[in-house]
């Protein structure tokens, strides 16, 4: 009999002739969190839809406690346990937090009633164990993402599964949150549990992980002991090339200010924010969940209402009313949550692309169909996006494709200030890089930068100041000379 939680072989699985996985290996001993790493396209959700019954399998062989299994549906996953903790969230946002964790499999009382009293206590219980700090009776509409998060992750431990699949489960968490799962984490390991951790976050994965496989190109590639390998050797299989720097940076901040923001205020959120920016620099914003950094961004874009103060792009008066008059006044914003508010994932590539170019590609009410083709090849060039051809639904493109859209729509735009909100969530290293060298090839040519990340090092990477927010105000502006990740995190606290 395997020692292993789970050990599997030589998985393959294939789309309309297109192979997705060609060599999937896995091996998860009882009581390791055990890193599966991999660029967008590697193969990681197939591998991990096939673990747990969501596709089927061409090839290979999966066993559980040393016993052959294959799971048709995800309910046999979880019978044989096995749970998934996915990066997209699901909660059912009127019902209460206890609710959302034992939908399905209410607890009942006498005549077929719902036992609501048990089902809180039950959730109560639960949740403290984890470390979670939420009210089993809140109504989920209520939390910020971060805890809908938590509750989405203390719903899958509930089925008492022996392997927990966590795939992204910091995404959408900021600091206070990440530090009550990095101990649920550790809490579940040392109960001999096995997890399989899915992060594009380096940091994660060396701060967390007790061991680690990569795949590439749908194919095993290597596994072994976290503490065995460094950051560099770690980046190089996953990309399956060596990167001299991981943030590219080749700006240089000159004297003359782009973008200038004085006294903005917005009631219950935002309290006297003032800030500038010069061309040729990167300036980020760091805070806590809730510190009021992507509001504000809203707030330059046109995208919120109410908003008192000033604001100026190259000396002149700005008063975004809408996205579309930020975007005539020389802004750009790439939101914090592509899928939702980024792109229309039913639609193509190049339509995704010319979105913010509408009016000048139909000023007669008719799409000029040779030029909006033209500009999508540009851009498709210029950003390297990766994809079949321009007609492909942007859905189908990888995270980093995906936010590579984006950005290449908005860059159509000429602006003169690029805001980034979150511009790095959910891809991988390879794709990370390319996205650093967008933001500091911008800059380089003159643009202003302003980039929000609750990535401690990833503001450190990019940013020639860095502006600490904490509860809709500034609490610092720092020179990245005197700035650090242990003040950074002072400051936001």
């Known amino acids: ?282 300036v980020g914003f760091y805070g806590l969940l809730g510190a009021g950094r992507t509001e504000l961004m809203e707030c330059l874009f046109g995208m919120s209402r109410g908003w008192t103060g000033r604001m100026s792009v190259d000396g002149v008066p700005v008063r975004a009313a809408s996205p579309r008059a930020a975007m005539d006044a020389g802004l750009a914003l790439v939101t914090e949550d592509r899928k939702q508010s980024g792109l229309v994932l039913t639609s193509s590539v190049r339509e995704n692309l010319s979105l913010a170019m509408l009016p000048s590609l139909s000023p007669r009410g008719v799409m000029d169909r040779k030029r909006e083709s033209g500009l999508a090849a540009a851009a498709i060039q210029r950003f390297g996006i990766r994809t079949a051809t321009d007609a492909l639904a942007v859905a189908s493109l990888s995270g980093g494709n995906q936010q590579k859209v984006v950005i290449g729509r908005f860059d159509m735009t000429t602006p003169k200030v690029f805001l980034f909100d979150e511009p790095t969530r959910g891809v991988d290293v390879g794709a990370k890089r390319e996205i650093y060298a967008i933001m500091s090839e911008f800059a380089s040519k003159g643009g202003a930068v302003v980039m929000v990340s609750g990535e401690a090092e990833e503001i450190l990477g990019m940013c020639d100041r860095i502006v600490v927010m904490r509860q809709g105000r500034i609490a610092a502006i720092l020179e990245r000379a005197d700035a650090d990740q242990q003040t950074m995190l002072h400051l936001a606290a």
Not at 246 to 269: D, F, I, Q
């Open 1 to 282: 009999m395997s020692s292993a939680l789970l050990d599997v072989i030589g998985l393959t699985k294939s789309f309309d002739g297109v192979v997705a996985l060609a060599d999937g290996r896995f091996r998860l001993e009882p009581g390791t969190v055990h890193a599966l790493c991999g660029g967008n396209g590697a193969g990681k959700s197939t591998f991990l839809s096939i673990v747990m019954g969501i596709q089927q399998r061409d090839g290979g062989t999966i066993e559980v406690d040393g016993r052959p299994v294959s799971f048709s549906h995800p309910s046999q996953a979880l019978a044989n346990g096995i749970a998934i903790i996915e990066q997209e969230l699901s909660p059912v946002l009127d019902l209460t937090v206890a609710e959302n964790i034992f939908l399905g499999r209410e607890p009942m009382a006498a005549f077929g009633r719902v036992d609501f009293g048990a089902m809180r206590r039950d959730a109560e219980q639960l949740l403290q164990q984890l470390g979670f700090v939420i009210d089993p009776r809140s109504i989920m509409r209520s939390l910020s993402i971060g805890q809908i998060q938590l509750v989405e992750i203390a719903k899958a431990l509930s089925h008492d599964a022996r392997i927990i699949i966590m795939d992204e489960p910091t995404s959408a968490l900021g600091e206070t949150e990440v530090g009550q799962l990095y101990t649920a984490v550790k809490r579940l390991r040392d109960q001999g549990k096995g997890i399989i951790y899915v992060s594009h976050r380096l940091t994660e994965i060396f701060g967390l992980a007790d061991e680690y496989t990569v795949f590439r190109d749908g194919r095993y590639v290597s596994s072994g002991r976290v503490a065995d390998i460094d950051r560099a050797g770690l980046i190089g299989m996953i990309v399956g090339r060596a990167l001299s720097d991981e943030y590219v940076k080749t700006n240089v901040p000159g004297e003359t200010t782009r973008l200038a923001v004085e006294g903005l205020s917005l009631p219950g959120t935002l309290s006297d924010i003032s800030f500038d920016v010069r061309a040729g620099e990167i």
